[in-house]
Structure formats: C-alpha cells, structure tokens
C-alpha cells in the first residue's frame, strides 16, 4: 500500500507533452552547448520516453549526434563520441 503523502506522477496529457517536449529541447540544447551533459530525474517510463524524444531533437537541432542513457532513476543526455 502506498503513503498517502508520497509524492505521485500525473501522466502528461496530449496537450502537455509537445509543449514538454519544446520547452526541455530548448534547455537540452543550451546545457549541451555550455556543459556537453544534461542530467535529470526519469523515474517513470513516460519521462524516460519523453527525454528520449527530447535527446533525438536537441541532436536534430545541434546537427550534431547526441545520446541518451537511462538507469531506471535517471537519464543522461549527452554528444555521442565521433570514434
């Protein structure tokens, strides 16, 4: 049984996720291009999904390859290796 105070994820609805998927490509792009890694929290099977996504755009943007690598708890974006 679950806490009834723990902390619980509400899917992103249809209208949500491309507003979510815009927005994070923005900020993956910048922190690419300043730091070369991005990093959050993707607990959940849809956030995995939707960094995916957001990985795949960054990577169209920069017109350069970018990876994602997820653990279950985190995602880690970053510019694949040119070997």
């Known amino acids: 049984m ?7 994820h509400t ?3 249809t209208d949500e996720r491309p507003r979510a ?6 900020l993956v792009t910048e922190t690419l291009t300043t730091k070369g890694r991005f990093r959050v929290t993707a607990d959940t099977p849809d956030m995995v999904e939707l960094f995916q996504a957001v990985a795949r755009r960054a990577g169209e943007s920069l017109g350069r390859p970018v990876v994602s690598y997820a653990n279950g708890r985190d995602i880690v974006i970053t510019f694949a290796d040119n070997a």
């Open 11 to 13: 899917p992103l609805t």
């Open 21 to 26: 998927e815009a927005t994070f490509t923005a």
């Open 2 to 8: 679950t806490h009834p105070l723990s902390p619980r």
